[in-house]
């Protein structure tokens, strides 16, 4: 089971906080934070396993992460999960993410952490391995996109004219800050297919 | 400008979105809170509109919120509107933030259920998947109940993405709703092998995570993930079967012998690492579960050795990570193997990664030995200096001691040496552990006579030595070591050389830092160290010296009686009366040493930790009974045995009494700046050099310190441990080169001519002597304590109530909560293979016995299939290993006997194989039924055919084992005996056949000829026919199909057709053989008659309670009954006796969970049922009077009844 899923930037910000077991709020901010100096204080070069953080339970969780540029992803997982097998679904999750949004990049799941959330739905549900077939997964959330977008074909053209009008000449848009494109290909990892 | 201004009212017209606010947010770093704040305030209005797509966007702005910690769960009824919403973007939020924010204390949750269900029925797939992943996350109790049923409807949805989705949140339903368990596990099986592969995984995922908890209720499913084992390519599929075997082969040897081989060719195939890993996990397991007489294993111990070497070596640190966390699985049993890497290992433990350090460290625990003991610890201590972080350090510590420690101090040669590592490490500052220091020292001091000279000159240098006192304001600090310093030196005073100087040292007045505890040990052993000066003292004659002594103490105790500690001050308070009165005699000149060393007399013995828990509670005392009734609010205590330190000890004691004046505390303050200007580990309260990461502004200008700490610190006066390193070596090499010399005398007088092969012997752990006369006293336990180790199991394991065995048959009882209105719906769903879900029917016997005919049919048909599913049959039929298995205590030993057995016989028959093939086969259908019956444990019956068939009877299941043991009985009766030949017959009741009985007959060769061309002759009569060969006529003889050399038996089986089964049936026989011996052939014939008793025709059926009143409220059952007189046979025994002979079974209780029956006895009154094999049901009840035994009998057929009952009074009588 995987208990935990953290996505955080490098400086602790969290991207995507999702429990699959009940914690109240206060423990969940602050697993994310520990977990987050856990990782912090790691190299790139040293091995992605990390014996638990003293709040999610005891000795059977693991932490499983990557680092991808400017993010982190972690997985929190008992041992019934092979450690091999969830660095390389964090590697599904990451392309699945970059092909969804088409080179993503923090900025994409900042501003979109709902959608960032729906795929992952289609990858993990109730902290169990739900699908590990990218195709299978881009194909189901393409769908859902699509039906959406036949639903709100009316009510969502407003809003966006809206929008628009919103980010005209405003200075404070985060567009130039620049954040740098995440690194996906990582090679020597794609056992699945 | 203008546009600004436009901005502003449209922002008033048009609601935020998302990344408005997310940008909205960025832009107010120095303001986050309160523009938050003000967004949720926003939002609240938007919540209060009636338009569904406002509210909508305002839950998914909430979902973001919340992720930052902001409290959403008022908005838990707006985020059930939304998800109500007819779209399914909205749908799709409201989802997303319920998942994300409900859980079982939110009240409301209870409204979703229908909306929910709606949403499972949806034609809209996506619908449906996001109702399922939303569910998966917050399903409570009470909607895995309410909904078990819509989601088994759609686990056999016609979209394989629904199925997926279905599947998976069983998971979650199990959980939450344990009884659902059981009905939705054949559909759950079924989807192992569902064609569409993402549904297939699911499956596995469920039934892995389900067998972890509880894998003994899963092996059965053995071959059929076997078979998908060898026939998946999905790596992900395999990885989670392969773990899933990782957990079965402990409780099935035979399986992991079955696995190694396809397991061996994945490892040698796959290119996957991540499946390779698992791969040579799930080897380790299985050759852990073997037992270790398995000499062709080793190959594969060497395989797994060799690849994991090579994940070690790997320049990937996560494959080196790995690598060891498997490798330290072997080394609990295959120590040998993974030593021989000693060295990769030892490297591992200078990498720069912690994680990676860790592992190897858990391997050195397994590695060291007596030779490499001191030359491992020594290696840590350098990594102990070496360490930065406190945690790496406490982990290097307690891995020293666990070490040093284990199975009791096997390792250590030279526990000198050991005392100097512990002093060494007290050090450490800063440590957590100081208790475990402590510990070890106490144990070695106690346990180990020798050293205690040494120990004791040690711990009075500790207790000399100021560095420890600095660090006494940090609970389970070093100062622990204090406690065990002070015990030492007063409870082995006699051992101190400067005993006054020690005893000054204890008295100190900056003890009084000290934590309470710590100060109360003090207090004690000051006593104790001053009753040994005294004694001393009168003995030299010192009388002045013996009163400076008491003075002293006078002087000092005060400061101890002021602690605030309670403990403290009530021992020092009792001392200091004492020793005031000791001064008053030897103010008169009375001797009185003797008396107050008497105080303390005797010697401590070790205890076990366990020796209280331990302690058998007394015949006839219950200790849950009240002694007084409770009063309304008292409140109840909880015992727990008391840890050695009171290391829970919250409350930090205040350190100065309040008393002391200002003088007093300045002069303190001077001392304590000279003895920091002294002490070199004082520094360390500054911050430590560590790398910081993260440049957070103001730091930089903080000057650093650095320390220099390549200087070893060192405890002045205290020697080293390193200096034993070489003393061992010294005298090791000594001992050596004395056997050596030894040895070499010895080899030159028996052979001149021949060189030694090897010019360096190998020193074995056993050739290291211990430096001391090493005396290792064992922990005393009470008398009659308990042998059995019980550990109790956390009863608040959600998992634990989803024990539950699958393999029963489901009761009618069981099936998942329809809603009533839906009936009409969930009919149409595809359901009617799954029994449970099933119309009530009335006669709950029939039911299960339709089910169980329908499997036979099966069995019947699929005898191929059959096979397969067939976990024992499976497993038998593995090719045996020439070594015969060693009996591991797994339930199943017997059946690997009975599998031997039947392999033996079949050896056994090997000359008459040809006739053969018809006989062994139904024998081997009936072994494998009883097998089945007995696993399960609804078997009453013992067997013992007297051919050495079976291993002595079992004891009789049911009931309380104390009750003496009836002896071995055996069901078969003396049919009819020459001095050639004796027959004894078995009559059983077919399962296959409405009206079959199965006659096996033991033939016993008496004589000293060879008997063969043996043929059995039967008179048929109308009622009972014997079933004979096709085309044979009814006067021709069935021939037995084998040959008895002289002093064998064996077992012939034949079937026998009844037509009318409620009486009793008696057939004539006879059987025709030769008789051929040295002098020649003879013919021979010997008669019988067969006795087809009443209850040859009952099968042993088991039966659940309420199905068994249901039966007999039923009313159309006749009744009867007998009364036997002068029984003296315990009521036990009789009803074992009743089950055996008659083939009856109590009744199972429903939910048995260790499915094991238990007989509805209510002291001397039981219940009893059995079914004929033509379907009549048979009631008793069993009473007992004095020396009487009455039985009333309830059947569907009267004169069977009675015919049973005459039988069964034939029985009672004998007894």
New interface residues.
């Given amino acids: 089971m995987i208990q935990a899923i953290l996505v955080f930037n490098n400086h602790g910000k969290p991207r995507l906080v999702r429990f699959y077991q009940r914690f109240v709020k206060e423990i969940q901010q602050q697993i994310v934070r520990e977990t987050f100096h856990l990782v912090l204080k790691r190299d790139d070069n040293i091995c992605n396993f990390l014996e638990g953080g003293s709040l999610i339970g005891g000795s059977d969780y693991k932490l499983i992460y990557r680092h991808y540029a400017t993010l982190y992803f972690v997985f929190c997982v008992d041992s019934s999960e092979s450690e091999l097998g969830i660095l390389d679904l964090i590697q599904v999750f990451v392309e699945t993410l970059d092909k969804c949004f088409e080179n993503v990049c923090e900025l994409d799941l900042i501003f979109h952490m709902d959608k960032v959330h729906y795929i992952l739905q289609e990858v993990v549900m109730g902290g169990m391995v739900l699908e590990t077939n990218m195709n299978e997964i881009v194909a189901q959330i393409e769908a859902q996109n699509r039906l959406e977008k036949s639903e709100g074909g009316l009510s969502a053209a407003p809003a966006r004219a809206v929008s628009a009008v919103k980010n005209i000449n405003l200075p404070e848009i985060p567009r130039n800050i620049n954040i740098g494109d995440l690194n996906i290909k990582v090679p020597n990892l794609s056992q699945f297919v | 400008m203008a546009?600004k201004m436009?901005?502003g009212s449209?922002?008033r017209?048009?609601d935020k979105?998302?990344?408005?606010l997310?940008?909205g947010i960025?832009?107010h770093k120095e303001d986050e809170a309160k523009y938050i704040s003000q967004c949720i305030d926003e939002i609240k209005q938007e919540l209060k509109q009636d338009n569904i797509?406002v509210k909508a966007n305002a839950v998914?702005k909430l979902?973001?919120l919340?992720?930052?910690?902001?409290?959403i769960s008022w908005a838990a009824f707006n985020i059930i509107e939304v998800m109500s919403a007819s779209?399914?973007?909205f749908k799709?939020?409201g989802y997303?933030a319920a998942s994300?924010s409900f859980?079982?204390g939110t009240d409301v949750i209870m409204l979703t259920t229908n909306q929910i269900r709606k949403d499972l029925s949806s034609p809209?797939q996506?619908d449906t998947g996001v109702a399922?992943?939303g569910l998966?996350?917050f399903v409570t109790p009470d909607l895995a109940r309410d909904l078990a049923n819509d989601i088994m409807t759609l686990m056999s949805h016609t979209k394989p993405?629904i199925r997926?989705?279905a599947v998976?949140?069983m998971?979650?339903v199990f959980l939450k709703y344990p009884e659902s368990l059981r009905p939705a596990f054949p559909r759950l099986k079924e989807k192992l092998e569902d064609p569409d592969?993402?549904v297939q995984?699911?499956a596995v995922?469920?039934i892995?995570?389900l067998a972890?908890r509880n894998p003994k209720n899963y092996l059965s499913l053995a071959p059929l993930f076997f078979k998908l084992m060898t026939s998946s390519t999905n790596?992900?599929v395999l990885?989670?079967i392969i773990?899933l075997f990782g957990a079965l082969t402990p409780l099935e040897p035979r399986l992991g012998k079955k696995l190694i081989e396809p397991l061996t060719n994945l490892i040698h195939s796959t290119?996957?690492?991540?499946?390779l890993?698992?791969c040579v996990n799930t080897v380790i397991a299985v050759l852990i579960s073997l037992s270790s007489g398995m000499p062709n294993h080793s190959a594969s111990i060497q395989l797994c050795v060799q690849k994991l070497r090579i994940l070690i070596e790997d320049s990937d640190?996560?494959l080196?990570?790995?690598g060891l966390l498997a490798m330290s699985k072997i080394l609990k049993t295959h120590p040998k193997s993974v030593q021989s890497h000693k060295d990769l290992i030892l490297q591992c433990l200078d990498d720069?990664?912690e994680?990676?350090r860790?592992r190897a460290l858990d391997l050195l625990y397994g590695m060291v030995s007596k030779k490499n003991l001191m030359e491992i610890v020594k290696k840590l201590m350098t990594h102990v200096d070496k360490a930065e972080g406190t945690t790496y350090r406490d982990e290097l510590l307690t891995k020293i001691i666990d070490i040093c420690s284990q199975s009791n101090y096997q390792y250590i040669t030279n526990f000198e040496w050991y005392i100097s590592i512990l002093v060494e490490l007290t050090r450490l500052e800063g440590t957590r552990h100081g208790h475990l220091i402590a510990a070890q020292m106490l144990d070695v001091a106690i346990r180990v006579k020798a050293i205690r000279k040494f120990a004791v000159s040690q711990m009075s240098a500790l207790l000399d030595s100021a560095h420890l006192l600095a660090s006494s304001t940090q609970r389970n600090g070093i100062c622990e070591v204090l406690y065990a310093a002070a015990w030492i030196c007063g409870e082995f005073s006699e051992h101190l050389q400067e005993p006054h100087h020690t005893l000054e040292a204890m008295l100190r007045p900056r003890v009084t830092t000290l934590p309470g505890h710590i100060q109360a040990v003090y207090v004690q052993n000051v006593v104790k160290l001053y009753a040994s000066i005294l004694q001393q003292k009168e003995q030299a004659g010192e009388a002045e010296g013996a009163q400076a002594v008491t003075q002293l103490m006078v002087d000092r105790l005060p400061q101890f009686v002021q602690s605030a500690d309670l403990e403290v001050q009530e021992r020092a308070s009792c001392i200091l009366q004492l020793v005031k009165h000791i001064q008053k005699l030897q103010a008169k000149d009375v001797p009185v040493a003797e008396e107050v060393s008497a105080l303390f007399a005797g010697e401590l013995n070790p205890v076990a930790p366990k020796a209280q828990k331990k302690v058998p509670v007394p015949e006839g005392l219950d200790l849950d009974a009240w002694i007084n009734e409770p009063l309304s609010d008292s409140e109840s205590e909880d015992e727990r045995p008391r840890a050695v330190f009171h290391e829970e000890e919250q409350r930090r004691p205040k350190h100065r009494p309040s008393e002391a004046d200002e003088e007093e505390l300045a002069r303190r303050r001077e001392a304590r700046k000279q003895e920091q200007a002294n002490n070199p580990f004082y520094i360390k309260s500054s911050p430590s050099p560590q790398k910081r990461?993260?440049d957070t502004p103001g730091v930089e200008h903080i000057p650093v310190v650095q320390i220099d700490l390549s200087v070893p610190l060192k405890v002045p006066g205290l020697p080293m441990s390193d200096q034993y390193v070489k003393l061992e070596e010294e005298r090791r090499h000594r001992q050596k080169l004395e056997k050596d010399k030894r040895r070499k005398k010895r080899k030159e007088k028996e052979k001149k001519g021949k060189r030694r092969h090897s010019s360096l012997p190998t020193e074995s752990d056993e050739d290291i002597a211990p430096a001391q006369q090493v005396d290792i006293v064992t922990e005393e336990m009470p008398e009659n304590a308990l042998p059995s180790d019980e550990d109790d199991k956390d009863p608040n394991d959600p998992y634990r109530a989803l024990d539950i065995d699958l393999d029963k048959p489901l009761a009618d009882s069981e099936k998942l909560p329809i809603q009533k209105h839906r009936n009409t719906e969930t009919s149409k769903s595809p359901e009617k293979d799954v029994p449970m879900v099933e119309k009530k029917s009335k006669k709950p016997k029939k039911k299960e016995k339709k089910h169980k005919e329908k499997e036979r049919d099966k069995e019947k048909k699929k005898e191929k299939e059959k096979k397969a599913e067939d976990l024992d049959f499976w497993l038998s039929t593995t090719p045996p290993p020439a070594p015969a298995p060693a009996p591991a205590p797994v339930p199943s030993t017997d059946e690997c006997e009975d599998a031997k057995t039947e392999a033996q016989g079949e050896e056994d028959d090997a000359e008459g194989q040809d006739q053969d093939k018809k006989s062994p086969k139904p024998k081997k259908k009936k072994h494998r039924k009883e097998k089945e019956e007995r696993t399960k444990g609804k078997k009453k019956s013992k067997k013992q055919p007297p051919g050495s068939e079976e291993a002595a009877g079992e004891p009789v299941q049911n009931g309380a084992p104390e009750e003496e043991q009836l002896p071995p009985e055996s069901s078969y009766s003396l049919l009819a005996e020459n001095s050639y030949v004796k027959m004894t017959c078995d009559i059983r009741g077919s399962l296959q056949e409405d009206s079959q009985v199965t006659v096996a007959i033991v033939l016993e060769n008496r004589s000293s000829s060879i008997l063969k061309g043996m043929e059995l002759s039967v008179l048929d009569s109308l009622n009972a026919r014997m079933a004979r060969p096709q085309g044979s006529s009814v006067h021709d003889g069935v021939p037995v199909p084998f040959q008895l050399p002289p002093g064998v038996s064996n077992e012939a089986q034949y079937v026998f057709t009844i037509q009318s089964i409620v009486m009793a049936q008696k057939l004539k026989g006879t059987l025709s053989f030769i008789a051929k011996n040295d002098e020649g052939a003879t013919h021979e014939k010997l008669d019988f008659r067969l006795h087809f008793s009443c209850s040859s025709y009952l099968i042993t059926t088991p039966c659940y309670s309420d199905a068994f009143a249901k039966l007999l409220e039923s009313g159309d059952l006749s009744m009867s009954s007998i009364k036997v007189d002068g029984i003296r046979m315990s009521f036990q025994n009789l009803l074992a006796k009743i089950c055996f002979h008659h083939h009856f079974s109590g009744l199972l209780k429903l939910w048995p969970r260790a499915a094991q029956e238990v007989v509805e006895r209510v002291d001397s009154c039981a219940s009893m049922y059995s079914r004929s094999i033509q379907g009549h049901h048979v009631c008793l009840l069993v009473k007992k009077g004095e020396n009487s035994v009455s039985v009333d009998g309830k059947c569907s057929d009267s004169t069977l009844l009675s015919n049973l009952l005459e039988e069964m009074k034939a029985t009672l009588a004998k007894c």
């Fill in positions: 546009l436009v901005k449209i922002d017209m048009f979105n998302l990344q408005d997310v940008r960025r832009n797509a998914c979902t973001y919340q992720m930052l910690g902001y409290d779209k399914f973007t799709r939020i997303l994300q859980h079982e809209s996506y399922l992943t998966s996350c993405y997926k989705k998976l949140i998971y979650k592969p993402g995984s699911a995922n469920v892995c995570e972890r790596n992900w990885i989670k773990k290119s996957a690492m991540s499946l890993y698992e640190q996560n080196k990570y790995l720069k990664d994680s990676i860790l990461y993260q």
